[in-house]
């Protein structure tokens, strides 16, 4: 069995789950406030009743699922739950728990769930007879399109985290100079909250998408409101919309390709409340290609299947090691 917990801004939820990846028990808790003793001791309770009604050893490894990630000494970092940053999350729980803690960053968890929970397991299940039971894709990219842009890579079925912990993060890539050049005379350098110019978040993430359209028509709309005139060809709207919305698809196939250049994935799955758009699937693979390194291009780009469950889930799968 295996125990996860995925920390997040509004709630904590904890899950255990069978060998076979099946739910035996799961609960949530609303995450306090700027309180990070409180957020703390809500974890240990959780995780105390996980194991007593599983029956689970108080020392067995738990994964927890975190909206940052730790630096090179172990404090917490980029935490939008701000009371996280600078804090030894990892040492603190270990040390309340008395159990050893995997740990990683929200997007990794997706990514891994999605791996061996969602389209990953899938996709295997549909192609068995080509590939061994019980076998994982080669490398799966995970990624999130939502308030900001994220990613995690899977290899063999482990995340793979690299010294600095920002395997995945190329959300915080420069967005590619064509891609950004289609926006004309109207594109204007976007600050990330990173620091950093124009990275592909600033374009790709629900209000990078909502500025696009306010940059080049002067209007304030949200995500949903641009998509919605898009698809409708009675409002007066309907134009200017599928105007922005071409420029975010030719801005995700060059960043997407990228990422396909170096790691050449079995799978990308999109998750993130953007990720919902069916468009982008019909689509994308046809914008990617002339990006693409290669002359035949059919990595399948899919949609996510296990929604808000996956940041628990990939915690849980955690304890089985990252690469």
Same mark, same amino acid.
């Given at each position: /069995?295996?125990?996860? &917990?995925?920390?997040?801004?509004?709630?904590?939820?904890?899950?255990?789950?069978?060998?076979?990846?099946?739910? @035996?028990?799961?609960?949530?808790?609303?995450?306090?406030?700027?309180? $990070?003793?409180?957020?703390?001791?809500? !974890?240990?309770?959780? &995780?105390?009743?996980?194991?007593?009604?599983?029956?689970?050893? #108080?020392?067995?490894?738990?994964?927890?699922?975190?909206?940052?990630?730790?630096?090179?000494?172990?404090? /917490?970092?980029?935490?939008?739950?701000?009371? =996280?940053?600078?804090? $030894?999350?990892?040492?603190? @729980?270990?040390?309340?728990?008395?159990?050893?803690?995997?740990?990683?960053?929200?997007?990794?968890?997706?990514?891994?769930?999605?791996?061996?929970?969602?389209?990953?397991?899938?996709?295997?299940?549909?192609?068995?007879?080509?590939?061994?039971?019980?076998?994982?894709?080669?490398?799966?990219?995970?990624? !999130?399109?939502?308030?900001?842009?994220?990613?995690? &890579?899977?290899?063999?079925?482990? =995340?793979?985290? %690299?010294?600095?912990?920002?395997?995945?993060?190329? %959300?915080?890539?420069?967005?590619?100079?064509? #891609?950004?050049?289609?926006?004309?005379?109207?594109?204007?350098?976007?600050?990330?909250?990173?620091?950093?110019?124009?990275?592909?978040?600033?374009?790709?993430?629900?209000?990078? @998408?909502? =500025?696009? +359209?306010?940059?080049?028509?002067?209007?304030?709309?949200?995500?949903?409101?641009?998509?919605?005139? /898009?698809?409708?060809?009675?409002?007066?709207?309907?134009?200017?919309?599928?105007?922005?919305?071409?420029?975010? /698809?030719?801005?995700?196939?060059?960043?997407?390709?990228?990422?396909?250049?170096?790691?050449?994935?079995?799978?990308?799955? =999109?998750? %993130?409340?953007?990720? #919902?758009?069916?468009?982008? +699937?019909?689509?994308?693979?046809?914008?990617?290609?002339?990006?693409?390194?290669?002359?035949?291009?059919?990595?399948?780009?899919?949609?996510?299947?296990?929604?808000?469950?996956?940041?628990? +889930?990939?915690?849980?799968?955690?304890?089985?090691?990252?690469?």
């Amino acid at each position: /069995m295996r125990l996860g &917990v995925d920390l997040g801004g509004t709630k904590i939820e904890a899950v255990i789950l069978d060998e076979g990846g099946d739910v @035996l028990w799961r609960q949530r808790v609303p995450t306090p406030q700027r309180d $990070y003793n409180a957020t703390l001791k809500a !974890i240990a309770q959780l &995780v105390e009743e996980g194991k007593y009604f599983a029956g689970i050893c #108080a020392s067995t490894t738990i994964g927890i699922g975190t909206p940052g990630a730790e630096d090179k000494q172990g404090r /917490m970092k980029n935490c939008n739950s701000t009371a =996280l940053n600078g804090r $030894y999350l990892r040492t603190d @729980l270990s040390s309340l728990l008395k159990c050893s803690i995997s740990i990683a960053n929200d997007a990794n968890c997706f990514a891994l769930a999605e791996t061996l929970g969602g389209q990953g397991k899938k996709s295997l299940s549909c192609h068995s007879n080509e590939r061994p039971v019980g076998d994982v894709l080669n490398v799966v990219f995970g990624v !999130i399109l939502g308030t900001g842009v994220g990613g995690g &890579v899977v290899v063999d079925g482990k =995340l793979l985290n %690299g010294p600095n912990a920002i395997t995945g993060e190329w %959300g915080h890539n420069l967005m590619p100079l064509q #891609a950004r050049a289609m926006a004309g005379e109207k594109e204007e350098e976007r600050q990330c909250y990173c620091g950093r110019i124009n990275c592909v978040e600033t374009f790709l993430s629900g209000p990078g @998408l909502a =500025l696009s +359209y306010q940059q080049c028509f002067g209007e304030k709309l949200i995500p949903e409101e641009i998509i919605g005139h /898009m698809r409708n060809i009675e409002s007066e709207r309907q134009e200017s919309a599928e105007l922005i919305w071409g420029e975010y /698809m030719q801005q995700l196939a060059a960043a997407l390709a990228q990422v396909v250049n170096i790691l050449d994935p079995s799978l990308i799955v =999109l998750g %993130g409340g953007l990720s #919902a758009v069916p468009e982008i +699937y019909r689509d994308i693979v046809p914008l990617m290609k002339p990006h693409v390194f290669t002359d035949e291009f059919d990595t399948p780009i899919l949609p996510a299947l296990l929604g808000d469950s996956a940041g628990v +889930y990939g915690a849980a799968w955690l304890v089985d090691g990252i690469t």
